[in-house]
């Protein structure tokens, strides 16, 4: 009888030690488990915070992409587009520069408007808001719109725009750093000094001066007009002054009109 409850005893010793160590390793594995389930929780909590970053560090340029576009280029030739040749259907951005040979011609599309830089001339384009911009450094540019917020033409310290919601026509000619004409072939335009603004109406030519305190100017030099005459306006209050010049050119300035009658046109 010793015997039999000895052995019941180391019976149930082993068998209560199998099952202390199943609840051991049963607990050690739920343990080990749940630390396991953590880990993969902050790794792809981790993982998705990369992705995110990482996406908004990829989709920014996306989103200042349309912002900056301007327009397309719709007729080139030997015209430079940034370092290379001007090919049609090349998109404009802000920023970018057109340049032209001496008998070269380039002509963009931006929304209602139209730019059309003629020989031997360079321009920046630029963006104010929602309008299309250009900042003429040298040469003859003609531009034509729809409205009077489609496009607004930079000389130095001067902008051309046009003067109403009118179908308009302007042409800007650089003289020198300071010395520019202004023509109007079809509406007016307005032209402006910081808070000197001024309307040449359609029809009229203006040689301007931006500096009021320098010497009284020549005659216009290879601009295609002819005589000049009226007083300049006071330097004293004036931030520019301007002499009307005379319109000549004709067959010039129907062949722009042609070229540049509607704006929308693709």
């Known amino acids: 009888m010793t015997r ?22 049963a607990s ?5 488990s749940f630390a396991s389930r953590n880990d993969c929780i902050a790794i792809s909590k981790s993982f998705l915070a990369l992705i995110v970053v990482f996406s908004l560090l990829t989709a920014a340029p996306l989103w ?16 430079r587009f940034a370092t290379g040749q001007a090919s049609v259907g090349a998109t404009i951005f802000s920023g970018d520069r057109l340049s032209t040979d001496q008998s070269g011609g380039v002509q963009v599309r931006a929304g ?10 360079m ?5 104010e808001d ?6 003429l450094a040298l040469g003859t540019a003609t531009f034509s719109t729809a409205n009077s917020k489609a496009f607004a033409l930079h000389v130095a310290s001067a902008v051309i725009r046009p003067n109403s919601d009118r179908p308009t026509i302007g042409q800007v000619t650089v003289l020198s750093p300071k010395e520019l004409i202004v023509k109007s072939t079809r509406g007016s335009l307005s032209i402006a000094v910081e808070d000197d603004v001024r309307e040449i109406p359609e029809g009229a030519a203006y040689r301007v001066v931006l ?8 005659g216009p030099r290879g601009a295609g007009t002819k005589g000049y005459g009226g007083p300049p306006r006071k330097p004293a209050k004036d931030k520019f002054i301007w002499y009307a010049v005379g319109v000549a050119g004709a067959i010039t300035v129907w062949a722009v009109h042609e070229a540049l009658e509607s704006p929308d046109r693709p």
């Open 123 to 127: 321009a920046t384009f630029s963006q």
């Open 211 to 218: 500096d009021p305190n320098a010497a009284d100017p020549q």
């Open 130 to 135: 929602s309008t299309p911009a250009a900042t």
């Open 112 to 121: 209602a408007a139209r730019f059309l830089l003629h020989g031997a001339s």
């Open 4 to 25: 039999l409850r000895v052995a019941r005893l180391t019976g149930l010793s082993s068998v209560a030690t199998k099952g202390i160590d199943h609840l051991a390793v």
């Open 64 to 79: 200042a992409t349309p912002s900056s576009w301007l327009g397309t280029i719709v007729y080139a030739d030997r015209a």
């Open 28 to 32: 050690g594995i739920g343990s080990f």
